[in-house]
């Protein structure tokens, strides 16, 4: 496989046609190595438009996902990041080259233990990965400018949202298969905040997040 063409092609012909045009985001996707976060058996299916398996329960995003969330974001380079679903550390590292420090959770102590490998050998030192879940974020560490979560989730949890700076952003896929949607949320104050629909996707379950109670009332 000639790896630089499959990179180009991803980028070419996968995020870019998904309205991912910020230059940075796209420089950022050459210069970190989506293959080189990816389980040697899957290696060559790092460019493949579509999830990725890494446990039973796991699944790393598929390319036009990762890199659209990340636009969203619009990371700064003073900002402070959280990252919640790290898995193997590839949303880290891109995190990790727009972000002041990045701190990422991973609730697999075998992904976790990937992630800090996989980081330390891509260069990224201003990452640090906790093997722990997030659905009540990291209060010892807020307030972030920035939330991510790396795979879908019922609700957004208002422990995460206290988290934020004002005018941090969080953003998140939100609700259930088949009809998920990436959503962009801000705090505009100490109790206020807005709520952004940015894009229909679907992506595997984070753990530790409640889901939806099958009822209402």
């Known amino acids: 496989m000639n790896v630089e063409q499959a990179r180009f092609n991803m980028i070419e012909q996968q995020i870019r046609p998904w309205d991912v045009l910020d230059p940075g985001v796209l420089a950022l996707l050459q ?71 990045v701190v990422a959770l991973e609730a697999d102590a075998a992904l976790a233990a990937q992630a800090v490998v996989n980081l330390k050998r891509a260069g990224v030192l201003n990452v640090s990965v906790l093997n722990q879940d997030g659905a009540r974020g990291l209060a010892g560490e807020q307030p972030f400018d920035a939330i991510l979560l790396s795979g879908s989730v019922a609700a957004v949890p208002q422990v995460l949202l206290d988290q934020l700076k004002v005018g941090g952003r969080l953003v998140a896929v939100v609700g259930e298969e088949p009809v998920m949607r990436a ?29 939806a109670s099958a009822f209402s009332f």
Do not use: C, N, W
């Not at 890494?54 to 990252?83: C, D, F, I, N």
């Not at 952004?196 to 379950?205: I, M, N, Q």
């Open 31 to 101: 210069a970190v190595h989506r293959e080189d976060f990816v389980p040697d058996a899957l290696r060559a299916q790092a460019f493949v438009d579509t999830e990725l398996p890494l446990t039973a329960a796991r699944r790393m995003l598929a390319p036009r996902v990762e890199a659209r969330l990340l636009q969203e974001l619009k990371v700064q380079r003073h900002e402070k990041v959280l990252e919640i679903g790290t898995a193997t550390g590839h949303l880290a590292a891109l995190l990790g080259h727009q972000a002041q420090s």
């Open 183 to 211: 959503v962009l949320i801000t705090r505009r104050g100490a109790a206020e905040f807005s709520k952004t629909e940015l894009f229909d996707t679907v992506a595997g379950r984070l753990p530790g997040f409640a889901e």
